[in-house]
């Protein structure tokens, strides 16, 4: 439990850091050239993809009511409930879920970060 607690507490301080990023680059915007508005658009839909497999999206303005599929925050949360639910220690393929989260987790964080590094510092930069 202390483990998925953590990855849990991992995966939204990314969610939380994706979306000071977006902040960042929408209170820039109208500073930037149209070539670079182009390329900002084009991070906002990177960033908008990440933040879709880490947690689910509740819609947007024009669409306030849909929801997206399950993100990695909220199946982490699933797995949660049936290793409380069980009355034994968490089984092998409990296990097993909560590895390939964690690696399904580590692959969008390195993309995050990427895309941070090589592009969005570029970006800020001019």
Not at 49 to 62: D, H, K, P, R, V
Not at 102 to 113: A, I, T, Y
Request: include cysteine; hydrophobic fraction near 40%; glycine fraction near 6%.
């Amino acid at each position: 439990m202390v483990d998925i607690r953590d990855r849990v507490s991992e995966v939204a301080d990314v969610v939380i850091k994706i979306r000071d990023v977006r902040g960042q680059l929408n209170g820039r915007r109208a500073e930037l050239s149209e070539k670079s508005r182009v390329e900002a658009d084009r991070i906002l839909e990177q960033l908008r993809e990440i933040e879709g497999n880490l947690t689910i999206w509740m819609g947007s303005q024009a669409h306030p009511m849909m929801w997206g599929p399950l993100g990695l925050i909220e199946k982490l949360s699933r797995l949660s409930g049936a290793v409380v639910c069980a009355d034994a220690k968490p089984t092998e393929p409990m296990y097993a879920v909560f590895e390939d989260l964690s690696k399904r987790f580590e692959v969008q964080r390195n993309r995050l970060n990427q895309v941070i590094e090589k592009e969005v510092v570029l970006l800020l930069s001019y």
